[in-house]
């Protein structure tokens, strides 16, 4: 028996009124305002149709959700198949699909020993924060300012100081400290405490517009962490699975972390999973207490089966030489919007298909973010600088679509305002 009766499903309009009453007022009237008023109906690849049928090119992705596409065929396929003949699982019991993927994860990621599942990105997080506090037997956490970890209570502890404010969950005094991006010298300046159990990074950071790390920086961290016993966290919950051109962005800099988190885009953008993947000291608590972490959804078998289909998919030879095509195209066409239009964009922020493009404007990002709209483009500024307009392309994007992607991008600056900030 169907419970569907699409007779009375809401307009668009109607939708937007009742999440504006019962789901997230803020956030409605606030897109609103933007003149942003999509409600996302159909979905296939990298489009997507609001529900009266209007159609945008999908370049936010969700953070790299949909990396592989929107509904991907084979890993629809894959999920269908699934559930053929398996569900959720039982969380206490080892199973196939949970031990295959845990395996060809720890495989494909230098340093890693172990893999723990777990039902989003955020509780990943938590995952590798309390296994570096396990590990080292110190509480402090040391993180950047402007830096966006999830919203469960350690994340967003590490995450920025005024989004942990707001929830009054900053943790203790002293607990949490903030660093600016790329100073390598504050972070030694919070290691030598001697206290700190894990520096955690996001590999380039997505809320404060994918600033690009120096040369060195990683790396500089890692030896950090080393000489003062503190665990190196990699949050590669945006950069990882082939978005920056290798599997995981911490790979460009030769740079082998403690712990490593995974989410997004493992999920096929079909069944939520995340994992975080803990090296032999830093998951050296599953050896002594096999209930130390418990998580009901964590490691759904049907979510594993979809994301060994994603790591297959993403680490094809294939999908990586199409990854360096995009990027080399990406490359040249946002330096050929830059060069015609110097007043407005003034920096391409490009790691593989990680890409933050910053505006003269104050507001820039934001007035991209509209104006890409209006153009039948969906990719949004970056949370924590309006100036930096995020642009994440696919791994399996096709030639003509990124070549429809480029001329939006490049009408749509043309229509801004030159700003004032250098
Ligand atoms: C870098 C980073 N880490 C962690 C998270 C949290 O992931 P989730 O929303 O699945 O909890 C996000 C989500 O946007 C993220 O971008």
């Known amino acids: 028996m169907s419970t569907r009766d699409d007779s009375d499903r809401p307009t668009r309009a109607e939708v937007l009124d009742l999440a504006e009453r019962y789901a997230c007022p803020n956030r409605v009237r606030t897109l609103r305002?933007?003149?942003?008023?999509?409600?996302?109906?159909?979905?296939?690849?990298?489009?997507?149709?609001?529900?009266?049928?209007?159609?945008?090119?999908?370049?936010?992705?969700?953070?790299?959700?949909?990396?592989?596409?929107?509904?991907?065929?084979?890993?629809?396929?894959?999920?269908?198949?699934?559930?053929?003949?398996?569900?959720?699982?039982?969380?206490?019991?080892?199973?196939?699909?949970?031990?295959?993927?845990?395996?060809?994860?720890?495989?494909?990621?230098?340093?890693?020993?172990y893999a723990v599942f777990a039902s989003?990105?955020?509780?990943?997080?938590?995952?590798?924060?309390?296994?570096?506090?396990?590990?080292?037997?110190?509480?402090?956490?040391?993180?950047?300012?402007?830096?966006?970890?999830?919203?469960?209570?350690?994340?967003?502890?590490?995450?920025?100081?005024?989004?942990?404010?707001?929830?009054?969950?900053?943790?203790?005094?002293?607990?949490?400290?903030?660093?600016?991006?790329?100073?390598?010298?504050?972070?030694?300046?919070?290691?030598?405490?001697?206290?700190?159990?894990?520096?955690?990074?996001?590999?380039?950071?997505?809320?404060?517009?994918?600033?690009?790390?120096?040369?060195?920086?990683?790396?500089?961290?890692?030896?950090?962490?080393?000489?003062?016993?503190a665990l190196y966290v990699a949050d590669e919950v945006q950069t990882g699975l082939g978005r920056t051109g290798e599997l995981w962005g911490v790979q460009r800099e030769g740079v082998v972390p403690d712990v490593l988190v995974c989410g997004k885009g493992l999920s096929g953008g079909l069944y939520p999973i995340a994992a975080a993947l803990l090296s032999e000291r830093a998951g050296a608590w599953l050896e002594e207490d096999g209930w130390a972490h418990i998580s009901t959804f964590g490691g759904a078998e049907v979510g594993c089966r979809v994301a060994r289909e994603v790591l297959a998919i993403t680490d094809h030879p294939a999908t990586r030489g199409h990854v360096r095509g995009l990027v080399d195209r990406f490359a040249d066409g946002l330096a050929g919007i830059r060069d015609r239009y110097p007043d407005r964009l003034v920096e391409v922020r490009q790691t593989g298909l990680v890409i933050g493009l910053r505006l003269s404007h104050p507001q820039g990002g934001m007035l991209l973010t509209k104006a890409l709209y209006d153009r039948g483009v969906w990719a949004m500024f970056a949370g924590f600088d309006p100036s930096v307009l995020q642009v994440k392309p696919g791994l399996l994007l096709d030639a003509a679509t990124a070549e429809l992607a480029l001329e939006r991008l490049d009408d749509a600056v043309s229509s801004l305002p030159a700003g004032t900030a250098a």
């Open 120 to 229: 989003g990105g955020g509780e990943a997080v938590e995952v590798a924060l309390k296994s570096a506090r396990r590990a080292t037997g110190r509480r402090r956490i040391v993180s950047v300012s402007g830096a966006y970890h999830g919203h469960t209570g350690l994340a967003l502890a590490a995450g920025d100081e005024r989004a942990a404010a707001s929830f009054l969950s900053e943790g203790a005094p002293g607990e949490f400290a903030h660093v600016g991006f790329d100073d390598l010298a504050a972070i030694e300046r919070e290691l030598a405490s001697g206290d700190v159990a894990a520096v955690v990074l996001e590999t380039v950071p997505a809320t404060i517009g994918f600033p690009l790390p120096s040369p060195g920086y990683l790396a500089g961290v890692r030896d950090l962490c080393d000489a003062a016993g």
């Open 33 to 113: 305002a933007l003149g942003v008023d999509l409600v996302v109906g159909a979905r296939e690849g990298y489009r997507l149709w609001d529900l009266d049928g209007r159609e945008f090119l999908d370049l936010h992705l969700n953070g790299g959700v949909f990396n592989l596409g929107h509904r991907n065929h084979e890993l629809v396929a894959t999920l269908v198949d699934a559930l053929q003949t398996l569900d959720i699982g039982n969380h206490h019991f080892p199973s196939v699909e949970r031990a295959l993927l845990a395996r060809d994860l720890v495989e494909l990621t230098p340093g890693m020993r």
